[in-house]
């Protein structure tokens, strides 16, 4: 059974920095990538990474944000810089692999920026 444990969410002031670590369980994931949903918000994309190494970045989080995977672990990591309010939101890894039923996502990793 796959399981992905995310880590690294917490509270930073504006400005500041944080990284996100997902490491997934026991299979082959094609694309892996991060979510967010804030309060009374639908869940959206912040980043994902394919197998290959190619990211795709929501517009808002351009030149902050970097994604990157190590496939040997099967883990991919979100380095946040230059951190705003508006990034405030629950924050889900999500590992897809070669079939549309291999869609996994993890319990959610909170972030929090304020002053």
């Known amino acids: 059974q796959v399981q992905l444990g995310e880590s690294g969410g917490g509270l930073v002031q504006p400005g500041g920095s944080l990284r996100l670590s997902c490491a997934a369980s026991g299979s082959f994931f094609t694309t892996m990538g991060w979510y967010r949903r804030a309060p009374g918000q639908q869940r959206e994309l912040v980043a994902v990474?394919?197998?290959?190494?190619?990211?795709n970045y929501a517009d808002s989080v351009k030149g902050r944000f970097t994604i990157s995977r190590d496939n040997a672990k099967n883990t991919v990591y979100l380095q946040m810089n230059s951190l705003k309010p508006e990034d405030t939101a629950l924050y889900y890894c999500n590992a897809r692999g070669l079939t549309r039923s291999a869609d996994y996502w993890g319990q959610g990793t909170q972030v929090t920026v304020s002053s």
């Open positions: 990474i394919t197998r290959g190494g190619s990211t």
